[in-house]
């Protein structure tokens, strides 16, 4: 059964870090792209960061680029997204996603598109997501 399953999540104070945890099993990294994701109260989902599995390349969005680090660990078959400075606008539901590589031809294999824009490439599977919570 295909599954990711988020954790590390949590309260922390600003200026605080946490790192949080995506677990996958049911099918391969090495053939996806992990991304994650955020959704705020009463606001859209986000993209975050994201990673390739196969190269290792990575990319972040401006917003948090200069905070938050994403890595993998394909043994163990574990996504990681290490957030420091945390600030207040950085709470929300944190979400990891897999999009396989196939699905990337159309964006020629940029990941950009997969954080940043609306029209991402339709991702293949979803976690249930993890709560961030930063206030004083």
């Known amino acids: 059964q295909v599954q990711l399953v988020e954790s590390g999540g949590g309260a922390v104070q600003p200026g605080g870090s946490l790192r949080l945890s995506c677990a996958a099993s049911?099918?391969?990294?090495?053939?996806?792209?992990i991304a994650w994701f955020r959704q705020a109260p009463g606001k859209e989902r986000e993209g975050v960061s994201c990673?390739?599995?196969?190269?290792?390349?990575?990319y972040t969005t401006d917003s948090v680029k200069d905070r938050f680090t994403i890595s993998s660990d394909n043994a163990k078959n574990m996504v990681y997204l290490q957030m420091n400075s945390l600030m207040v606008e950085d709470t929300a539901t944190y979400y990891c996603a897999a999009v396989h590589v196939s699905h990337l031809l159309p964006f020629n294999f940029n990941l950009r598109p997969i954080v940043d824009d609306p029209a991402r490439p339709h991702m293949n599977y979803w976690g249930r997501g993890t709560l961030v919570t930063v206030s004083s």
């Open positions: 990673i390739n599995n196969s190269d290792g390349k990575t």
């Open positions: 049911g099918f391969d990294l090495k053939y996806y792209t």
